[in-house]
């Protein structure tokens, strides 16, 4: 049992237990942001130096290689770029400071456990940690809206862990273990692939996860959760636990599942269409605009889950790299949204016009990361839908790749629709619209990743491929 | 090692650029001058490296000292690879770069001073000069186009860096639309390209072209759409118009747009893609009409104008397509057999390129003066100004050498290499020739206009000038870089450049002046120079009357043909903006509301369901679960 | 597909049993087997038993909950405590240093509770 191997884990809870006793004993709060980010740091520089280590620990139950690693570190990454840009917007809650980041914290690790165990009930654990994290994340502005989006995202969320549980106790009560390995070991041993048992706790697993990374018909709380959460803990909710939905699918259907998954291609072929069509479609009449970027956010999990049903080493490599590139550019875009909107003190589209002549820079910045959104080079967002639809294309999926296409060209409308706005509208006053360096320094930061691996995709996708080939050895 | 350094050339500026947005600016935003200093420096270690390279390519085999290429991008079959050239193309436009930005950014330090935006003016200018020297050394049509959008972009930035400005914010996004319309042309081209070659690779293009695998139809297309890249990047007829207008950025930055970035690039593409472009004679010939008739054209517009920039502006895109010119000529001379291979595709490329070389000297040190001009009186319209000599002898000195070496006269810059272009001309394409030639009588005429009204004469501005404190000579900061490039406007067109190009082209101090040739142009531009002296001068002749007497074709003169009031009402306004929009409009109208419409008329209780989900009730979200997995599972057994 | 056939049988017949619980009383009201005859008794909330005082919903302050949560979290560190100490001299010092990480991180909410005042009434 090697705890290096943990190592980015425990430095990462140690940072945020530290977080919470210096806020009892400290009197500079601002150092607690910092703290927070340096503690992200370190965890992140454990995790590098556990790059090209391919091994088990803890009895199997946790899985260090450079799949874990790549997710691990996208989740740092996008904590810090949290943790960072909420520097301002924290002053909100500021007597909950540490307890903000604290949570964050909390939630990145489980996230973390997600991607890199491998047994049911350790995920299950991981997978409440990141959630009750992110609960109480959601509802910490205390006002109406955010009280209503954090109970929601509570009892919904409780919803889908019974289901997730059921799924796993049938799973478990067919193949009688919880390690993912040994369930692929005793389904094809005991030739259950076909029975209607495993196949109903496979469907209630799908469920579960489902609801993590927003797939229709489990995205109905997206909407609202979005809206109602403070804009960082959005901003977390639509990349990081994404990911995580993700990484922990890829998981159990590449090392558990595998034998049954190719019968699965369809199944999530078809969630993916209605899933980027809904999402488009209902974006498209939407006023406000964090809740575009919910209906936003459940299409582009329809393009990712293209990748699920391609199933090839390839199409998984395009769904790191998709998330990678999807995460830089939602971060992006709620991060100017954040500073546009604490002083404008409004979501809605129509209040951002103009925006250009008020804050050209965030402005810009948000235009950038809605064409990238959109899929228009040279930016990020282009290079991973070509990645991701050339996967879905080499796994013979034309008709799936087709109506996405249609479904970007939908999107670009909504998408550039507030563009036009903030470009070509009238200001509605002079006032200058300024922000924080922390903001700042987040936003240049997506931006300059966006138009990278817009540009010079390779520097990540090389990483991604060699991150997919960990299944398929 | 070389490799490094190469590279380095353009990843400096972009270094400079992110120093300054991401260090800089959020954290030292009280000191701006250390973006201005980082910049300088960023931009001398490119220009150190560039003359570095140039010394290098010179010594090199074939003239070319690195031809990389790395691969960017495998997505299955489709391998696209990077890479930069140094041969002696790229040497040439990168020490030209260099020089002409690095005296650009010590002069803004002067320019500039005092603007809220500093540090954004020299982060952009960073990002700008390393995109235009990336654009220079990319081998390859793809990495080129991506520089080549890094410039339009930079230029829409700088042009409309006082966005507060209506007519600001409106000339920047004129310019980043209508080059637009070229980069489209553009792109398609590079695709088509690729898709009938499977390659990006411009050295490998060249070799199709030239042994006649790529030709017909196929590559008179992709020639003349890589030429309407090339027609909206450097403004030429029909897409002009953005130049003029483009004014509103700050002087600097349309010296550097004028003189070596963004508008030559259009000219060092074509260069660049000579050899495939000069192998379809349509398009060849496409190249030098458009050229010839653009250098009229924009001449003649320049006689009038009374804004000093805009007839800088004018007298640039005829200088451009003098360039054209040059090149369409040694095409079309090689089009029709009367030059080897050989030596024409040094020759086009030679002609061109030397004369981008001194105009880029001579053209930011007129823009660059006139901006010294206005420092002083705070003002661009030569009405208000007069009698400058007197006070500001060093803008004046520097000026009118400047517009001696624009007019052609023996033996500063512009003589050498406007005469290599008429000799070529003459040689291939005698009407466009005569066109040229009436070009040089029009371009001393509007050159020497504006010298007799800005410093001649009286003082008519009335007001005091900007600062408020009386007229007064520009400050060390600004003269400095003006006396630089006066010297090399003088001395520029001796140097051998179209040697090193590979073309064998004989210089000889007054050799040149036994061809009757250079007679001819030379009394041509001392006619120009004597009838504006006449005019503005002496006052023999009155401005007005002419202006009377020639009635319909002075306003149409100064109303530039009309063709801005025809793209705006017919073209840009009405079709690129308002058309797309209403287009979009329409979608949102009839097909997507149609298509939600429908969807609820058609299943209308699955209608009804939407809309109660949208309410938020909470039993509704945990119903939806369940029934997805009911669909699921219902599905799973029924395919199963 | 038998224990889904169980299941199946099971389905049909529970659902039957509850459709038919509902709608026997309807059917035999509507047939008229079943008489009519309403008096006030009949409309009362509990037909025997005491009305309720007050409202049904009565709120506790919600510092008992505080007090509750901490009882379950230092309830459930005993559940571990327990068995760990019956079997410590086996697990030796490993044993001893897990149980003291575990420790210390309730130890910290116990802090972080008492500095934020949650154990004063007032």
Not at chain 1, 367 to 391: D, N, R, V
Request: charged share 10%.
């Amino acid at each position: 049992m090697d705890l290096y191997l943990l190592s980015p884990e425990i430095s990462l809870l140690a940072t945020a237990l530290a977080v919470i006793l210096l806020d009892l004993f400290v009197k500079e709060k601002w150092i607690l942001g910092w703290v927070s980010v340096t503690g992200v740091i370190v965890s992140a520089i454990f995790a590098l130096s556990l790059w090209g280590r391919v091994e088990t620990s803890f009895g199997g139950a946790l899985a260090v290689d450079q799949f874990s690693i790549f997710f691990s570190l996208l989740f740092l990454g996008i904590a810090a770029l949290i943790l960072i840009s909420s520097t301002e917007y924290s002053r909100k809650f500021a007597a909950f400071r540490a307890e903000y980041y604290a949570l964050v914290l909390l939630a990145t690790t489980g996230m973390m456990l997600l991607a890199s165990t491998r047994e049911l009930i350790s995920i299950f654990v991981a997978l409440e940690l990141t959630g009750i994290s992110l609960y109480v994340l959601a509802g910490f502005l205390k006002d109406a809206k955010s009280s209503e989006a954090g109970l929601k995202y509570l009892l919904l969320g409780a919803v889908a862990s019974a289901v997730l549980l059921y799924g796993m106790a049938l799973v478990y009560g067919l193949t009688g273990t919880t390690y993912l390995d040994e369930i692929a070991a005793a389904i094809s041993s005991q030739g259950i692939l076909g029975s209607p048992a495993l196949l109903m706790g496979i469907v209630l697993l799908v469920a579960g996860f489902g609801f993590k990374i927003a797939a229709v018909p489990f995205q109905m709380w997206v909407p609202d959760v979005y809206e109602g959460a403070p804009t960082p803990v959005t901003a977390y909710l639509s990349v990081a636990s994404k990911a995580a939905g993700f990484a922990v699918i890829l998981r159990i259907f590449y090392e558990a599942l595998g034998p049954a998954s190719l019968d699965w291609g369809m199944i999530f072929a078809v969630l993916a269409a209605i899933t980027m069509t809904i999402g488009n479609i209902v974006a498209l009449t939407q006023k406000n605009i964090k809740r575009m970027l919910a209906y936003s956010s459940i299409a582009q999990a329809g393009y990712i889950m293209i990748g699920l049903a391609a199933f090839t080493a390839e199409a998984s490599s395009a769904i790191m790299f998709f998330l990678a590139c999807y995460a830089l550019t939602n971060l992006g875009a709620f991060i100017a949204i954040i500073a546009i909107s604490n002083k404008i003190n409004s979501d809605e589209i129509a209040d951002y016009s103009g925006m250009v002549r008020r804050a050209p820079l965030f402005a810009l910045a948000l235009a950038l990361c809605l064409i990238s959104l959109t899929g228009i080079p040279p930016t990020a967002g282009f290079m991973a839908k070509i990645y991701i639809f050339s996967a879905g294309v080499n796994a013979d999926l034309l008709w799936l790749v087709i109506i996405a296409v249609i479904n970007s060209v939908i999107s670009a409308y909504y998408y550039l629709r507030v563009v036009r706005v903030m470009f070509l509208g009238e200001p509605l006053s002079e006032e200058r619209v300024h922000a924080s360096s922390g903001l700042r320094i987040a936003l240049a930061i997506t931006c300059l990743g966006v138009l990278l691996l817009g540009i010079y995709p390779w520097i990540l996708m090389k990483y991604s491929e060699i991150a997919a080939i960990t299944f398929l050895p | 090692m070389p490799n490094i350094a190469v590279w380095a050339i353009f990843l400096l500026p972009f270094l400079s650029f992110l120093i300054i947005g991401l260090i800089l600016r959020p954290f030292f935003n009280n000191r701006p001058m250390l973006s201005a200093y980082t910049t300088i420096i960023a931009i001398a270690g490119s220009l150190i490296l560039s003359i570095w390279a140039l010394i290098a390519v010179n010594g090199a085999e074939n003239h070319v000292l690195t031809d990389v290429s790395y691969q960017w991008l495998s997505i299955g079959d489709l391998v696209i690879n990077i890479g930069i050239t140094m041969d002696s193309l790229a040497a040439i436009m990168v020490v030209t770069v260099s020089t002409i930005s690095l005296l650009v950014q010590i002069y803004s330090i002067g320019y500039m001073k005092g603007d809220g935006g500093f540090a954004r003016y020299f982060a952009f200018m960073s990002l700008f000069t390393g995109s235009m020297l990336g654009l220079v050394m990319a081998n390859n049509l793809l990495f080129l186009f991506l520089f080549w959008e890094g410039v339009g972009l930079c230029s829409y930035l700088l042009i409309g860096f006082w966005f507060h400005k209506p007519s600001a914010a409106r000339a920047a996004m004129k310019a980043f639309l209508v080059t637009r319309i070229g980069d489209f042309g553009f792109l398609v081209a590079v695709i088509f390209l690729y898709v009938k070659t499977g390659t990006f690779d411009i050295g490998e293009l060249h070799e199709l072209a030239l042994a006649g695998v790529l030709g017909g139809t196929t590559l008179t297309l992709a020639a003349i759409g890589i030429f309407s890249g090339a027609v909206g990047k450097s403004g030429q007829f029909p897409l002009h118009t953005w130049l003029p207008d483009a004014m509103e950025g700050p002087t600097p930055v349309s010296a550097l747009i004028h003189a070596a970035t963004m508008v030559t690039a259009g000219v060092y593409l074509i260069a660049r893609m000579f050899p495939m472009i000069a192998s379809s004679e349509t398009a060849i010939t496409v190249v030098a009409i458009i050229g010839g008739f653009t250098a009229i054209f924009a001449a003649s517009m320049g006689l009038v104008a009374t804004d000093i920039k805009r007839v800088l502006a004018f007298s640039t895109i005829s200088q451009l397509g003098y360039m054209m010119l040059g090149m369409g000529a040694v095409g079309m001379g090689y089009a029709s057999g009367a030059i080897d291979e050989h030596h024409a595709m040094a020759l086009g490329v030679a002609v061109a390129i030397f004369h981008l070389f001194t105009h880029a000297f001579f053209k930011a040190l007129l823009f660059l003066g006139s901006g010294s001009v206005s420092h002083a009186t705070g003002t661009f319209d030569m009405r208000k100004m007069g009698g400058l000599r007197k006070i500001q002898p060093w803008t004046y000195a520097t000026f009118l050498i400047g517009s001696l070496s624009l007019a052609g006269i023996w033996p500063l810059a512009g003589f050498w290499s406007k005469e290599g272009i008429l000799h070529e001309a003459n040689a291939y394409a005698p009407v466009l020739f005569w066109l040229a030639m009436i070009t040089v009588f029009m371009t001393a005429f509007y050159m020497f206009r504006a010298v007799f009204l800005t410093f001649h004469g009286e003082y008519r501005g009335g007001e005091e000038g900007s600062h408020g404190h009386g007229l007064h000579e520009s400050p060390k900061i600004i003269i400095i870089p003006l006396v630089i490039l006066a010297v090399f406007a003088v001395i520029a067109g001796w140097l051998p450049v179209g040697d090193f190009l590979g073309a064998d082209v004989h210089f000889s101090f007054f050799g040149a002046l036994t061809s009757w040739l250079a007679w001819v142009s030379l009394i041509f531009g001392f006619a120009g120079i004597l009838l504006a002296y006449a005019i503005y001068g002496r006052k023999l002749l009155s401005a007005e009357s002419i202006g009377k007497s020639l009635g319909p074709i002075y306003t149409l003169l100064i109303r530039k043909y009309f063709i801005d009031e025809l793209y705006e009402r017919i073209f840009l306004m009405r079709f690129l903006v308002d058309g797309v929009f209403v287009v979009l409009g329409w979608i949102d109208a009839h097909i997507v509301d149609g298509a939600v419409n429908g969807v609820a008329m058609v299943t209308m209780t699955g209608g009804k369901v939407m809309r109660r989900l949208e309410t938020g009730q909470l039993q509704v979200y945990g119903l939806a679960i369940f029934v997805g997995i009911l669909a699921i599972v219902a599905f799973l057994f029924m395919f199963n | 597909m038998d224990n889904f056939g169980y299941i199946g049988i099971f389905l049909i017949l529970s659902i039957g049993f509850a459709a038919t619980m509902i709608l026997l009383p309807v059917t035999l009201r509507l047939l008229h087997i079943v008489p009519r005859k309403p008096n006030p008794t009949k409309y009362t909330t509990y037909e025997c038993g005491m009305e309720t005082i007050g409202k049904s919903q009565v709120r506790f302050n919600f510092r008992y909950y505080y007090f509750a949560l901490l009882f379950v979290i230092f309830d459930i560190q005993v559940v571990f405590l327990y068995p760990w100490a019956v079997e410590l001299s086996q697990l030796k010092l490993f044993g001893l240093v897990a149980m003291m990480v575990f420790v210390l991180i309730i130890m910290v909410g116990f802090v972080y509770a008492w500095k934020k005042g949650v154990l004063k009434w007032k």
